[in-house]
């Protein structure tokens, strides 16, 4: 074996121990029992307690939600400036960072602030939470689908679309999101991780999400809660398996049609 498989090797062995090893050393303390024993007794009380599924769905919800507000705000975005002004695009590229320099309370203050003139239907309820989540996300998920928009080449598929007669709705429809799953997918993967991780806006806000509740059970029942958080472990890793996985097979059949 050469040495760049070697050092390849090397780098996945460390990767892979970095991520499993504290993923099996809380699964196995989430399992401990009286007198060494093993019990499943700290996610059999998980599954009883309604605070779990209530803030489970609460974060659901919004992470849904925030996926698809970001996927429209950032792909629309993208293709007006890769199409219509594309002396904006190092503008935008700058813009949209700003919310990983701006501090989390920041964004909070003002984005309640923006949007108080707003009907308490919006600004009392979780909604004014996926438009804080949606500026979070906002520098991760427009980079994500401004590359793969990027990697297009729109003028001929549009000039393309419209020389057949489809108007810009049937464009995108058929023609740009098509090409784009991958990096749309990626994107909403990434937007929905963190909303259903995220903690400080949920606490700020007053709202009971599921990482706001985890921390709650934390300071009393250390074996749930790291029980609770092995399984948000797992369900991130499957999450982020779909998504390569489904980025692997667009990126083989955009290769089939290529070729």
């Known amino acids: 074996?050469?040495?760049?498989?070697?050092?390849?090797?090397?780098?996945?062995?460390?990767?892979?121990?970095?991520?499993?090893?504290?993923?099996?050393?809380?699964?196995?303390?989430?399992?401990?029992?009286?007198?060494?024993?093993?019990?499943?007794?700290?996610?059999?009380?998980?599954?009883?307690?309604?605070?779990?599924?209530?803030?489970?769905?609460?974060?659901?919800?919004?992470?849904?939600?925030?996926?698809?507000?970001?996927?429209?705000?950032?792909?629309?975005?993208?293709?007006?400036?890769?199409?219509?002004?594309?002396?904006?695009?190092?503008?935008?590229?700058?813009?949209?960072?700003?919310?990983?320099?701006?501090?989390?309370?920041?964004?909070?203050?003002?984005?309640?602030?923006?949007?108080?003139?707003?009907?308490?239907?919006?600004?009392?309820?979780?909604?004014?939470?996926?438009?804080?989540?949606?500026?979070?996300?906002?520098?991760?998920?427009?980079?994500?689908?401004?590359?793969g928009v990027a990697a297009l080449d729109l003028r001929t598929l549009t000039e393309a679309a419209g020389s057949l007669g489809a108007r810009w709705s049937a464009t995108m429809r058929l023609v740009l999101v098509p090409s784009l799953r991958g990096p749309l997918l990626a994107a909403a993967a990434m937007a929905f991780a963190l909303s259903l991780g995220e903690y400080v806006m949920a606490s700020l806000l007053s709202f009971t999400t599921f990482p706001v509740w985890l921390q709650t059970i934390g300071a009393t029942q250390a074996t749930e809660a790291v029980a609770v958080s092995t399984l948000a472990l797992v369900g991130t890793v499957v999450l982020l398996a779909v998504v390569v996985v489904a980025a692997g097979r667009e990126r083989t059949r955009v290769a089939d049609r290529q070729a």
Do not use: K
């Open 1 to 147: 074996m050469s040495r760049a498989r070697l050092l390849a090797l090397a780098v996945v062995v460390l990767v892979a121990a970095y991520v499993l090893v504290p993923l099996v050393a809380s699964g196995r303390f989430s399992l401990d029992g009286p007198h060494g024993t093993l019990t499943m007794s700290a996610y059999a009380a998980i599954v009883r307690t309604g605070a779990f599924w209530s803030s489970l769905w609460l974060s659901v919800r919004v992470g849904v939600a925030t996926a698809i507000l970001e996927l429209i705000l950032v792909t629309w975005t993208s293709l007006w400036v890769r199409l219509r002004a594309p002396r904006l695009a190092p503008l935008v590229d700058t813009l949209v960072l700003i919310p990983i320099m701006v501090p989390v309370v920041v964004i909070v203050l003002g984005v309640t602030s923006s949007l108080r003139f707003l009907p308490s239907l919006i600004t009392g309820t979780p909604a004014i939470l996926v438009a804080e989540y949606v500026v979070l996300a906002m520098p991760y998920s427009y980079r994500i689908v401004d590359a």
